[in-house]
C-alpha cells in the first residue's frame, strides 16, 4: 500500500478521535428511559455507559435534553446499571462502515455484522440520520424496474426510485412478497430491513423467502422484535443509510423494508417514556415527524437510484389507522394485500383493483398501459357483478361486458396467481396480459 494511502487513512481515524472526554453519571433509570447529571452532549451522540455490574459497556443515545439533565436511550439491555454509573460522551453520532464488501452479509440495528462471518473491511463511514436529497436534483423516475412478480409488473409497474408500500394484515403473505422481490427483482442490489419481525421469521425469511441467490446480492439489517425501541428504530437508519452507499456508486437498489409499523411503534415508545403527549390514537408527534424524514430519503438522486418496498402492518385490517393513512400518503403507491384471497389461496394475494402505482403510466409504453387498463376493466365489472354471478342471477347475453368479464374471469386469475419460487419475465408476463386483453403490445416495450 502506497505510504501516502497510509497516512490519509490514519489522518482520517486521528481526525474522528475526540480527545477531551466529557463524562456524566447517571443518576435515574425509569423503564426505558436512563437519566443522567451530563455529560455535555448533543442530540443523537452516542454515550457509553460503564456498567461494571453489568454488561461492562452499554451503548445509548442521547435522545432528550432538560435543564442538566441528559435522557438516554439504550441500545441493549439495561440489566446492570446503577445510579453513579459513568456515561462517557463519544463526540458522534451513529456511523454506518459501508463498502462492497456488505454484500451476502447481515447486519444489527448499530451496522455491525452479527452473522458469525468476521469484521467488514469499510474505507467509509456513512451517517444514519442524514437529510434526503434535494428535490431539484432528483431525477424524474421514467425507466421500469421489474419485480418478476406478474400482478406488480403488468398491473402495477414500478419505476427505478420509485416507492410503495405494501399494506396488509397479519399472515397475509408480505415476508414472502418482499422475498419474492429480491429473487427476482433485475436492479442491482437487495439491502432488506427486518425491524421488529419475530426472532424465528429472520432465518425463514433469509433461508426460505430470500435464499442463497438472493443473499449473495443482498444487505440484511436486522433488528428482532424483543430489542429495545431504540435499536428497532436506528435499525431503520441503518439500512436506509447502506441503501444509499450504493445508491451513491451509480447503482439501482431494491429497499425491501418490513415494516413501517414496527418503526413507528418504536418512535411511539420512545416519545412516551420522554414525556411527549399522545397524539393519534397513542401515536406522539415526534413519529409523524420522522415518518417523511425517513421515507424522503429514498428514491432517485443525481446518480444511482434507491425503490422501495414498505410494508405496513394494518392492524385490524384497518386502512385508515395513523400509521396506513400517513405512509400512504408519502409514498408513490400501494399495493394492498387482501385476507379474502389468502383465504382463498391465491398468492401472492393482491387486490389489484384496491391496489395503484402513480408513476405506471409514465414508466410502461402506452400499449401495456391500454392492456393494463383493459384487464382492470374487466376485473372490475366482474367483482361489481360477482353475487349475481354466483347465485346464477345473471343470465348471459344480457350484458356484453359482463359477458366478457365472465369469459376472461378464469384466464386473469391464473395469470395473477404466482408460486413462490417461480420467475415472471416482463416479456412473458406482458405477453399473457396482451393475449387476455386482446391487444398488442411491441416488443420495444416488453424490454426489462
Known amino acids: 500500500m502506497p505510504v501516502e494511502t497510509l497516512i490519509t487513512k490514519y489522518r482520517e481515524v486521528a481526525e474522528r478521535v475526540d480527545t477531551i472526554k ?12 436512563i437519566e443522567s447529571r451530563g455529560p455535555v452532549g448533543i442530540i443523537g451522540e452516542i454515550c457509553r455507559i460503564e456498567a461494571p455490574k453489568g454488561p461492562g459497556v452499554i451503548l445509548a443515545e442521547v435522545v432528550g435534553l432538560r435543564d442538566q439533565t441528559v435522557q438516554l436511550m439504550a441500545y441493549q439491555e439495561t440489566d446492570g446499571i446503577e445510579v453513579g454509573n459513568r456515561v462517557v460522551a463519544s463526540g458522534s453520532t451513529l456511523e454506518v462502515p459501508v463498502s462492497m ?41 421514467t425507466q421500469r424496474v421489474c419485480t418478476g412478480i406478474r400482478a406488480i409488473d403488468g398491473l402495477l409497474a414500478v419505476g427505478r426510485g420509485q416507492r410503495l408500500g405494501i399494506f396488509a394484515g397479519s399472515g397475509v403473505g408480505k415476508s414472502t412478497l418482499l422475498g419474492m422481490i ?24 433469509i433461508e426460505n423467502d430470500l435464499g442463497s441467490e438472493g443473499l449473495a446480492r443482498s444487505v440484511i439489517v436486522v433488528t ?29 437498489v431494491m429497499f425491501l423494508f418490513d415494516s413501517v409499523t414496527r418503526f413507528a411503534r418504536a418512535q411511539r415508545e420512545i416519545g412516551l417514556a420522554i414525556g411527549e403527549p399522545p397524539a393519534t390514537r397513542g401515536y406522539t408527534p415526534s413519529m409523524f415527524d420522522q415518518m417523511p424524514k425517513l421515507l424522503e430519503r429514498c428514491g432517485t438522486a443525481e446518480k444511482g437510484t434507491i425503490t422501495g418496498f414498505y410494508t405496513v402492518l394494518v392492524d385490524g385490517d384497518d386502512m385508515d389507522e395513523p400509521v396506513a393513512d400517513t405512509v400512504r400518503g408519502i409514498l408513490d403507491g400501494h399495493i394492498v394485500l387482501s385476507r379474502s384471497l389468502a383465504k382463498a389461496y391465491h398468492y401472492p394475494a393482491i387486490d389489484v383493483l384496491a391496489s395503484v402505482s402513480r408513476l405506471a403510466p409514465i414508466v410502461s409504453g402506452p400499449l401495456s398501459n391500454k392492456a393494463a387498463g383493459a384487464l382492470r376493466r374487466i376485473m ?36 395473477l396467481v404466482q408460486e413462490v ?28
Do not use: W
Not at 22 to 33: A, E, I, M, N
Not at 191 to 201: C, D
Not at 395 to 409: Q, R, V, W
Open 380 to 415: 372490475a365489472v366482474y367483482a361489481a357483478n360477482e353475487d349475481l354471478i354466483n347465485v346464477g342471477a345473471y343470465h348471459t347475453g344480457s350484458n356484453p361486458a359482463i359477458d366478457e368479464a365472465i369469459m376472461k374471469h378464469r384466464a386473469i386469475e391464473e395469470f
Open 421 to 448: 419460487d417461480e420467475t415472471a419475465p416482463i416479456a412473458e408476463t406482458l405477453k399473457v396480459m396482451a393475449g387476455i386483453s386482446g391487444s398488442t403490445i411491441p416488443d420495444e416495450e416488453m424490454q426489462e
Open 182 to 205: 429480491a429473487r427476482n427483482t433485475n436492479a442491482d442490489v437487495n439491502v432488506v430491513a427486518l425491524i421488529g419481525e419475530r426472532g424465528r421469521e429472520v432465518n425463514d425469511f
Open 101 to 141: 464488501a456488505l454484500l451476502g452479509r447481515i447486519l444489527d440495528s448499530q451496522g455491525k455484522p452479527c452473522d458469525g462471518k468476521g469484521g467488514i473491511k469499510a474505507g467509509q463511514y456513512y451517517p444514519a440520520m442524514a437529510q434526503a436529497p434535494d428535490p431539484l436534483k432528483r431525477k424524474r423516475v
Open 22 to 33: 466529557y463524562v456524566g453519571h447517571v443518576s435515574k433509570v425509569q423503564g426505558l428511559l
Open 224 to 252: 428482532p422484535s424483543n430489542s429495545p425501541p431504540l435499536a428497532r428504530l436506528r435499525g431503520a437508519y441503518v439500512a436506509t443509510a447502506v441503501a444509499e452507499y450504493f445508491r451513491d456508486q451509480d447503482l439501482d
